[in-house]
């Protein structure tokens, strides 16, 4: 059974960090690109960053290039995201998804998503 798991979202004040985790069960990991997306009240949810399956090129929005890292640990079959610097508009509820293509923004084509992890950035 193919599952992801969410978890290291919390309460953080603005300027601070957290590092996100999503653990896969079911496949392997490396055999996938993986993408991180959040999702804040009232708005569409949005793609935040991607690590192909091919060559491990990491892909990030523009709103979050340069605070936050994404990464792969296909031994723990877990990928992290990275967040520093985190400001009151990061705030949102943060998935993974999975697709078995190539890294894209759109929500379309990724087939598995975890529950989400809420990150909350207020003073």
């Known amino acids: 059974q193919v599952q992801l798991v969410e978890s290291g979202g919390g309460l953080v004040q603005p300027g601070g960090s957290l590092r996100l985790s999503c653990a896969a069960s079911g496949f392997t990991l490396d055999d996938h690109a993986i993408g991180w997306f959040r999702q804040a009240p009232g708005k569409e949810r949005e793609g935040v960053s991607c690590?192909?399956?091919?060559?491990?090129?990491?892909y990030y929005a523009d709103s979050v290039k340069g605070r936050f890292t994404i990464s792969r640990d296909n031994a723990k079959n877990t990928v992290y995201l990275q967040m520093n610097s985190l400001k009151p508009e990061d705030t949102a509820v943060y998935y993974c998804?999975?697709?078995?293509?190539?890294?894209?923004?759109?929500?379309?084509?990724?087939?598995?998503w975890g529950q989400g992890t809420q990150v909350t950035v207020s003073p």
């Open positions: 998804a999975t697709t078995s293509g190539l890294c894209k923004w759109s929500l379309e084509g990724y087939d598995y």
């Open positions: 690590i192909s399956r091919i060559d491990g090129s990491t």
